[in-house]
């Protein structure tokens, strides 16, 4: 009987391991993971889900694993891959033969340069654990430093700030969210921070991070000492490959696949946060994607590819983020734009278009309250997959409906 693998139980080994089942196949199914819990979602640790008592979301009930007969291995690490024997070796001790392998081994936190790396009081966040200690501080009279404008650290801050803790974050950039966002939208965000009472600096460099006497202690360049009671670094990710690069498979940026998914090795797939691959869409261009959508949508493709569907990846990167009241949303990659268009959507929402010298449509970015921008950022997207070339005009004035030019 076929025995198929997957390396990491995150989003993405999860969703493969049932793909695999919904279309059909009836081998072995063996999902490992190194974490304790079940896959869970990691998208709420920083929202919600740290607002309240602070359970894992499932991605699947327990019993769902049992009864799809995948077999879940959890709090067990894959530390050698032998590629040539189709063997993987595991922390206890025993080893797995592969017809085909998943590797969906996501991505870490990075940490700070020069940190102490074991300190209670100097974090980042990633796992449910990591979550559940950043939620016993979260408490009035207490005060959080958060490391780095990125999503992560602004949306802590933002849980923070509702349980009434008091927030420093601290930016190297002149501005929040440079990476991938636009500064319109990035400042409004900002100003929401500042409104809330976040004492936001941006353009500051830390020179050190150490705990002294129970606080984090941050020194910056201007020789300010900022103390906390917890420091949440949040200065990015990084991808998961250690395995993959000691079994010889190419790297770069990422555990590199092409557009099936496929590694360099035989049998050896790879998906989710800790592969890069290349994007048709944008010519061929090799991304590496962090996001939810994302890891659901490879997961599947994965499974397909493993069982010999022999799909392309298509998917146009899609990626939200939940600040106080307001949903960010962007789709596409705006890199490469030289034309950015606003649509006001009325109750303060808009969305910025992107558009590249030949007026192709490249990205979309919308923020407003709830749902504000989820339809147009939708319309969008299927435009975008469309490689369309939209009526600029048409794309500002709100009273022309996004479906419409789809039609056209
Ligand atoms: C706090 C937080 C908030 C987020 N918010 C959003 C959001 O608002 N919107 C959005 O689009 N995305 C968000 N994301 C990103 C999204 O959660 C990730 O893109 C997604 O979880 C990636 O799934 P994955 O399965 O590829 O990797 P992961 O979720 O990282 O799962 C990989 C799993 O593999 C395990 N593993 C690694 N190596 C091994 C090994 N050798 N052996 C066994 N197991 C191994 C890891 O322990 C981990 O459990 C957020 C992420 C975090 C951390």
Not at 102 to 131: E, Q, V, Y
Not at 225 to 253: F, S
Not at 275 to 283: E, K, N, V
């Given at each position: ?399 022309i409906k996004l479906k419409t030019l789809l039609a056209a």
């Amino acid at each position: 009987m076929a025995h198929f693998v997957i390396i990491g139980a995150g989003e993405c080994g999860a969703r493969a391991a049932f793909a695999l089942r919904e279309k059909g196949f009836d081998g072995k199914i063996t999902l490992v993971g190194s974490e304790m819990h079940p896959p869970y979602e990691r998208p709420p640790l920083s929202k919600a889900g740290l607002l309240g008592a602070i359970d894992p979301k499932f991605v699947a009930a327990q019993e769902a694993y049992a009864a799809s007969n995948i077999r879940l291995l959890t709090g067990l690490t894959a530390t050698g891959l032998d590629a040539a024997a189709h063997t993987v070796a595991l922390s206890d001790g025993s080893r797995l033969s592969y017809d085909r392998l998943l590797l969906a081994t996501g991505a870490s936190a990075r940490s700070f340069p020069n940190a102490p790396s074991d300190s209670s009081h100097i974090r980042s966040l990633r796992t449910h654990h990591d979550a559940a200690t950043l939620r016993a501080m979260l408490q009035p009279g207490k005060r959080l430093a958060v490391i780095g404008g990125g999503f992560i650290g602004l949306e802590v801050a933002a849980t923070a700030r509702r349980l009434g803790t008091d927030v420093v974050l601290i930016e190297g950039l002149e501005r929040v969210l440079k990476r991938g966002v636009p500064e319109d939208i990035a400042h409004l965000i900002a100003e929401r921070h500042r409104a809330e009472g976040v004492d936001l600096r941006c353009g500051v460099s830390i020179e050190a991070l150490s705990e002294q006497d129970g606080k984090a202690v941050i020194r910056l360049s201007s020789d300010e000492t900022i103390e906390a009671d917890l420091a949440l670094v949040g200065i990015g990710a990084r991808p998961n490959v250690e395995l993959a690069e000691a079994a010889g498979l190419a790297i770069d940026n990422g555990i590199a696949v092409d557009d099936r998914l496929l590694s360099s090795a035989p049998d050896i797939f790879a998906a989710g946060d800790c592969c890069s691959f290349p994007l048709d869409i944008y010519d061929g261009r090799r991304v590496r994607l962090e996001s939810w959508r994302n890891a659901q949508d490879q997961g599947t493709l994965a499974a397909a590819n493993m069982l010999g569907a022999d799909e392309a990846v298509s998917a146009v990167p899609w990626f939200w983020s939940d600040q106080y009241d307001m949903v960010l949303q962007i789709a596409g990659l705006a890199d490469g734009a030289i034309t950015h268009l606003r649509r006001d959507l009325g109750e303060g929402a808009f969305i910025l278009f992107h558009l590249d010298a030949e007026g192709r449509l490249l990205a979309a970015s919308g923020i407003g309250p709830g749902n504000t921008v989820a339809r147009d950022i939708r319309l969008a997207e299927m435009l975008i997959a469309a490689r369309a070339h939209p009526d600029p005009a048409a794309l500002t004035a709100s009273n022309i409906k996004l479906k419409t030019l789809l039609a056209a």
